[in-house]
């Protein structure tokens, strides 16, 4: 049995985690309590990632420029209901076992 230790975002009112969402999509979602978190390994990427959710919803757009052809800007529509005092960076542990290990508690 191994265990890894990782960060997470959690929304202390809720208990929800942000969940794993690839690229600015996870700007775009509510902390889960059900979804799989997005786990990170640096205190520096929990943190980017935790302000540029506060700061509200990210979307690239892509616009035409004559002179320099197509053009991708990131764009964020705020969310003034995001609060920092309700965040929180959390250490998550994740338990490795085997099937036999873990008695197959899953089933």
């Known amino acids: 049995m191994r265990n ?8 202390k009112p809720s208990g929800g985690l942000l969940p794993n969402v690839r690229g600015y999509g996870f700007t775009r979602v509510d902390p889960s309590t059900s979804d799989p ?16 959710w ?3 919803e990210h979307f690239e757009k892509s616009d035409f420029d004559s002179d320099f052809g197509d053009q991708i800007t990131l764009h964020c529509r705020r969310r003034p209901d995001r609060k920092e005092t309700e965040m929180e960076i959390v250490e998550v542990e994740i338990v490795v076992r085997t099937l036999a290990e873990a008695q197959l508690r899953i089933i």
Do not use: T
């Open 4 to 11: 890894k230790y990782f960060l997470a975002i959690r929304h």
């Open 37 to 52: 978190p997005r786990l990170f390994v640096r205190m520096a990427s929990a943190r980017q990632a935790l302000n540029y």
């Open 54 to 56: 506060l700061q509200g």
